[in-house]
């Protein structure tokens, strides 16, 4: 094969890998400004707000048996955000697990919503017990529930931030098959028509040896 021929080919070739490239960081790039945009609009509807400094400088240790609405094991986890608009998929995972999850931690003493919804069904029904225990489940599946979704929309965030990282990776490789391309076609103008590429000849076998 010619040399020429075979540049143009490679030159081709990589300027396609290009366009591929190109379209393919664009794509990302949409599903990140999407993400991060719906994700951003969402939990901004709901006006939730980290509490203030003035807040959390009044964090306590909840004793056993009461409940802290700030302890001092939420305080470094909260105090980057203190006072903010919930707003993006990193602040809904702080809330959701070092907030939010601190308080289920309380109420709940340790157990889940399931663990607490069965054993307040296994007490009588319109007893005192009962009624507090039912009290407390509810308040456990609205804390959960509430979890859970900020919990989602920080999974969704965070597919937005790979998407973000994938796009600047392929504008990258798209940028160094340009490059590789545009050397390819300058190589193309300045090497002989007639040249060939060299063809490498088959090493050659050791002689047999000899029978004694």
């Known amino acids: 094969m010619r040399r020429k021929s075979f540049d143009v080919l490679v030159s081709v070739g990589g300027?396609?890998?290009t366009l591929v490239l190109v379209a393919a960081g664009a794509l990302l790039v949409w599903g990140?400004?999407?993400?991060?945009?719906?994700?951003?609009?969402?939990?901004?509807?709901?006006?939730?707000?980290?509490?203030?400094?003035?807040?959390?400088?009044?964090?306590?240790?909840?004793?056993?048996?009461?409940?802290?609405?700030i302890t001092p094991q939420m305080v470094p986890y909260l105090e980057?955000?203190?006072?903010?608009?919930?707003?993006?998929?990193?602040?809904?995972?702080?809330?959701?697990?070092?907030?939010?999850?601190?308080h289920l931690q309380q109420i709940g003493g340790g157990k889940t919503y399931s663990q607490l919804s069965s054993a307040a069904m296994a007490l009588p029904?319109?007893?005192?017990?009962?009624?507090?225990?039912?009290?407390?489940?509810?308040?456990?599946?609205?804390?959960?529930?509430?979890?859970?979704?900020?919990?989602?929309?920080?999974?969704?965030?965070?597919?937005?931030?790979?998407?973000?990282?994938?796009?600047?990776?392929?504008?990258?490789?798209?940028?160094?098959?340009?490059?590789?391309?545009?050397?390819g076609l300058w190589h193309y103008r300045r090497v002989p028509a007639d040249e060939e590429i060299p063809r490498f000849a088959p090493a050659p076998q050791g002689l047999a040896p000899s029978a004694s």
Not at 80 to 102: M, R, W
Not at 138 to 164: C, E, K, P, S, V
């Open 15 to 17: 300027l396609l890998l």
């Open 32 to 69: 990140y400004t999407f993400t991060n945009n719906t994700v951003h609009n969402q939990l901004s509807a709901q006006q939730i707000y980290f509490p203030t400094k003035a807040e959390l400088a009044q964090a306590k240790p909840a004793a056993p048996g009461t409940f802290s609405e």
């Open 80 to 102: 980057p955000y203190a006072g903010q608009l919930l707003t993006t998929g990193a602040q809904a995972h702080v809330y959701a697990d070092n907030f939010i999850g601190g």
């Open 125 to 183: 029904k319109g007893s005192a017990a009962y009624t507090s225990a039912e009290a407390t489940v509810q308040t456990m599946f609205q804390g959960t529930t509430l979890r859970g979704m900020l919990l989602n929309a920080y999974g969704f965030w965070q597919m937005g931030q790979i998407a973000l990282i994938a796009a600047i990776v392929s504008f990258a490789l798209a940028l160094v098959t340009l490059v590789l391309s545009g050397l």
